[in-house]
């Protein structure tokens, strides 16, 4: 359940020029306009304490689904995963849940890089193009919540 | 009258003369006995039927007759004594007649008096007065004898003897020789609200309740659906001469054709909607998938499979010929050399297939030596309804195409949802290679020929390992879109789980799988050469469907295991099936839920459709119906075939077939209870005049044209004009007009999607718009010359509640309805003021006047009202014909009608699917301010309550 669906960048109809500098993978540009279809981010195995924030569920249904798991959940720490937009609600998320605890929770953030696939389909009248892909890259964050050891 | 009543007194007058009419006409022959009418039972009453002109009505019928009956009727000026005499005598010995016969049931008390009947007369002799005991005692004698003779002939074999898989199996085929049955019908028969579709029987919704279950299924487990009715259509030809044939079927402007370089190579498959030859942009034939069959080495020839949906068929097929100028039939029967041998070896006995053939008269052996002529039954495999000496391949001499019909050949499964590829590594396995010592033998089994042959197996090798890579992408939506994998796998019987469970993707992340290699993968897609499969190959699939081992054999041979529920080894050499794995993208338009339905799509050689169904929903699968796949689509917010293809000939009939649906349902209804759909200000509630509609906005949009030339100046609100304006003179402006057409040019839709979004102040949409042509005038009256008479679809979100349902009106808001807006989400839409009802009104005058009138019998008054209401050619609450104009009718114009809607469960919101009028949606749009663009009112046939909502053109 990660953040691919930032409002209005999914689907895009532009010469391939405007990518240019974020393409990793050399492309010659050429004036052929491109339909722009974003793959979904790589979905990795999910824990039971894996809790995945997007921007389109109510932020506060987010926010009492992670104290659900803390404090009903019985688990002793949860991790929070925001990618892109969604990151700056994952560190809401967690800072809340810290705030709402009276300091007993600790916090312990890692970022990182999560590559993502972009399809490029040709809108070219004599359809002598192939369907490129490209890949970009897009920060990440993972929060780890946690009760600290009593000792 | 309704159709009991009719049985009714059909019952009564079943042993009733025939009601004399004697005609001046006939004096001449002996009137008495042609006219009284000895005429069998049978078919009296049709004569009775027609005897009931209005100058005599005849016949026994209650009340008097509308036009007045007899009453009003003119008195003949003379009489010809001779004539009346007869006619009265004839008269006179039908009375008699009448009287002395019993009425109706042929029981003795019958003659009895009513006070003089007694409760179970007929069980019970005695309770009769003791002069009728001797014949009622006979009458019961008789219809004993007569009752057990019919049961017996009923039930001519035991309930043990027709479960006997022989008879069960004669009778199976007997039941498919008019609809095809899928082969998971029996399966799907035992758990889903059958119907009769297509020439198919189809599941359509399971009988237990799991609406949500699948919709859960769908969008984050798996869903599985046979899609074996679709029809596959293969084109065999040089790949030039194909692609110019085809090339008359579609449009560049419409998106990839066949010709899309990546379709072309094999790696994809491809989609498109197909017109007929030459004629877009008008006669769209329906929405077709292909996929083409990768290039062998150094070869030009090629193959094509079209999959379509059985109503487009009919279309497709001769249209397929036209241009392929395939006009030569191959009749299997005539020609051996060519016979398509899959198609017809059902039919035949076949004395190779030993196994099946002996599995299924096993236990009859005996009787079958006693009648050797009639061949022994066999599972139908296939199209069951079609003659053995129905051509299915064309070919042409001039071109070198060969067509052939596939139709049941292949068995298509499609899984939904993002699991959708945990449950497929779970059940396939690379085919695993055969041992040295049957790969010594020639056999008549294809895999230990194939096992042999080097190049075989090293591309066989190559799949396996796509395949096993492919098991470390552990969602469906994350791969190139419609990436084809052809593969070569094991029975999935034999890894069959003793119990049902659900297939999940790992949790830990498959360690053999290279993390590059999957990259690639994703990347490039599938290799072109893995695509290959040899379920291509028309003799591969018949030796796999021949050879395919029994459930029965199978379990001997699992039973026969030491360690019972291991997995069989060695692999029987039969469990090798060739299939291919075509990724289907979900959901590709829009912002939202992008790659939502994602799923894969399993072809099969046939007769293998139970031994895959089986493993998949052992592994936790939901099953669903033709209802789910109208619901998948609507939630990709996809045009489902044929709902919403309102210009393709298949459309158009199913909308003739759903509204003759709708009206039964609405006559069933009690007439106090049903909508009055007038009153409600619905002109159409059980179809769409599209071609009304689209004519309509373009008159509308010519007057504004017209008005605006005259006086630049005062440009007045034109939505309040438009409604003013006459529509009554514009009927008969008869210029013979083309049909009305969806938009399916990508470039106008595009630009059509970009012009109805709302801009923002975000900075990156508003340089987006920049480059668009800005939506002016000018711009508008371009758009509308090059697309007249077109319809768009579109997405209609709610912006507040409400659960927008079928062939409810997408209306054009107000400037004051746009202020309701503005005032915050709480406020609900505008109302429609209730309509009057003229025809009701009406009716109800006629209805007093007849009261009125001097009439006796007043207890026969409600039957002369039911009688007359049918006899008026329209249903009461519904407009009839020809309807007036459908814009202009209520207080907001329409634009146009939702063929899909429903409370969206992916949005959750009210979502709703239709087709709006292109003029009408820019003559709108261009009249909205920039932050209201794109906002429309909704409202339901059966509400007077408008709410608003949001169009979404989607590319």
Known sequence: MMEPRIPGMSIASQSAQVHAESTPVTVEMDPVEYTLRKRLPRKLPKRRNDVYVNMKTDFRAQLARCQKLLEGGGHREICIHGLGLAINRAINIALQLQASSQGVLQLAANTSTVELVDDLEPDDPDEAREPMTRTRNNSAIHIKVFYPDPQ | ?955
């Open chain 2, 1 to 955: 009258m309704s159709a009991s009543k009719v049985k009714m007194r059909e019952r009564k007058l079943k042993n009733q003369p025939v009601s004399v009419q004697y005609l001046s006409s006939s004096t001449q022959h002996s009137g008495s006995s042609g006219a009284v009418g000895d005429a069998g039972p049978s078919d009296t009453h049709t004569s009775a039927e027609h005897a009931k002109t209005p100058q005599q009505p005849g016949g026994w019928v209650r009340g008097h007759q509308k036009d007045g009956g007899g009453y009003t009727r003119e008195m003949p000026s003379c009489i010809t004594a001779v004539a009346f005499a007869q006619a009265r005598a004839a008269e006179v010995s039908a009375m008699l007649k009448a009287v002395t016969k019993t009425t109706g049931s042929c029981h003795v008390f019958g003659a009895l008096p009513k006070h003089m009947r007694r409760r179970a007369m007929s069980h019970n002799t005695k309770r009769l007065p003791c002069r009728l005991r001797d014949v009622a005692n006979r009458m019961r004698e008789k219809s004993l004898q007569s009752g057990s003779k019919k049961k017996e002939q009923a039930k001519n074999k035991s309930r043990k003897a027709r479960r006997r898989h022989g008879n069960l199996l004669l009778e199976f085929n007997r039941r498919q020789r008019k609809n095809i049955w899928l082969e998971t019908h029996i399966w799907h028969a035992k758990r889903f609200h059958m119907v009769k579709k297509w020439g198919y029987c189809l599941g359509d919704r399971p009988t237990y309740k799991c609406y949500r279950p699948c919709y859960r299924a769908m969008s984050s487990h798996c869903l599985l659906q046979d899609l074996s009715y679709y029809c596959c259509i293969e084109l065999q030809g040089e790949e030039d001469k194909l692609l110019l044939a085809l090339s008359q079927l579609t449009s560049k402007e419409t998106g990839p054709t066949f010709a899309a370089i990546s379709s072309l190579s094999g790696q994809r498959q491809g989609s498109l909607v197909v017109y007929r030859a030459g004629e877009y942009p008008s006669q769209p034939l329906g929405p077709v998938t292909f996929l083409w069959r990768p290039r062998a080495q150094g070869s030009g020839h090629r193959h094509l499979w079209i999959w379509a949906h059985p109503t487009m068929k009919q279309d497709l097929l001769p249209e397929l010929q036209v241009v392929c100028q395939c006009s030569e039939a191959v009749y299997p029967l005539l020609l051996p050399v060519g016979i398509p041998a899959g198609t017809t070896h059902e039919l035949q006995p076949k004395p190779e297939n030993s196994s099946e053939v002996e599995q299924v008269t096993g236990t009859k052996r005996k009787r079958s030596s006693e009648d050797a002529s009639v061949p022994p039954a066999k599972k139908i495999l296939g199209d069951g309804t079609r003659s053995p000496t129905t051509p299915v391949t064309w070919k042409s001499s001039s071109t070198g195409i060969v067509i052939n019909d596939l139709t049941m050949e292949i068995v298509r499964y499609r899984l939904i949802g993002p699991q959708s590829h945990a449950v497929l590594a779970d059940i396939l396995e690379a085919a695993t290679e055969c041992d040295e010592k049957s790969r010594a033998h020639p056999s008549s089994l294809w895999w230990p020929e194939h096992c042999r042959d080097e190049n075989k197996m090293n591309l066989h090798k190559q799949q396996a390992e796509v395949y096993q890579t492919l098991k470390g992408v552990s969602n469906s939506g994350e791969l190139p879109p419609g990436t084809v994998l052809g593969l070569t796998v094991d029975d999935p019987r034999l890894t069959l789980p003793s119990k049902k469970v659900k297939a999940l993707a790992s949790v830990k992340p498959a360690e053999d799988v290279d993390e590059e290699k999957r990259r690639e993968l994703m990347l490039r897609g599938v290799p072109e050469h893995c695509c290959q499969s040899h379920l291509w190959e028309k003799s591969v699939r018949d030796n796999v469907t021949d050879h395919k081992i029994s459930e029965q054999q199978l379990n001997r041979m699992k039973s026969e295991v030491l360690v019972p529920g291991s997995r069989l080894t060695p692999t029987p050499p039969q469990g090798r099936v060739p299939i291919l794995l075509v990724h289907q993208p979900g959901k590709q338009v829009g912002r939202e839920m992008s790659s939502w339905g994602a799923g894969w799509d399993l072809l099969l050689p046939k007769g293998w459709g139970m031994a895959f169904w089986v493993p998949l929903v052992y592994r936790g699968v939901r099953i669903g119906g033709l209802h789910m796949s109208l619901k998948h689509s609507q939630n990709k917010g996809a045009p489902h075939f044929p709902h919403d293809y309102p210009d393709c000939p298949a459309g158009v009939h199913f909308q003739e077939e759903q509204e003759g649906e709708f009206l039964d349902k609405f006559k069933r209804r009690p007439p106090a209870k049903r909508t009055n759909y007038i009153k409600h200000g619905c002109l159409a509630p059980f179809r769409c005049p599209w071609q009304q509609l689209a004519e309509e906005w373009e008159l509308i949009l010519g007057e504004g044209e017209k008005r605006r030339g005259e006086s630049q100046a005062q440009n007045m609100a034109p939505s309040d004009t438009v409604m003013e304006e006459p529509m009554t003179s514009q009927r008969d402006v008869a210029k013979p007009r083309s049909r009305a057409a969806v938009l399916r040019n990508r470039k106008s839709l595009k630009l059509l999607s970009g012009w109805c979004r709302p801009v923002t102040s975000r900075g990156q949409r508003a340089c987006r718009t920049a480059e668009m042509p800005p939506l002016d005038r000018s711009g508008v009256a371009r758009f509308i010359a090059a697309h007249e008479m077109s319809l768009v679809w579109v997405r209609l979100s709610l912006l507040s509640k409400g659960k927008p349902e079928v062939h409810a009106m997408v209306c054009v808001p107000t400037a004051e309805d746009l202020q309701l807006l503005g005032k915050g989400p709480g406020s609900s839409g505008p109302q429609e003021p209730p309509h009057k009802d003229h025809l009701r009104s009406r009716t109800k005058h006629k209805k007093k006047a007849k009261t009125s009138l001097p009439s006796k019998m007043d207890s026969s008054e409600p039957a002369t009202s039911e009688d007359l209401e049918p006899s008026s050619d329209s249903t009461l609450g519904l407009w009839p014909d020809p309807l007036p104009s459908v814009t202009s009718h209520c207080s907001r114009v329409t634009l146009g009608w939702v063929t899909q809607g429903d409370f969206s469960l992916s949005a959750g919101c009210g979502e709703a699917l239709g087709f709006i009028s292109v003029a009408g949606l820019l003559d709108t749009l261009a009249k909205q301010s920039m932050e209201h663009r794109g906002v429309v009112l909704l409202r339901n046939p059966a509400s007077l309550h408008y709410r608003f909502a949001k169009v979404n053109i989607e590319v």
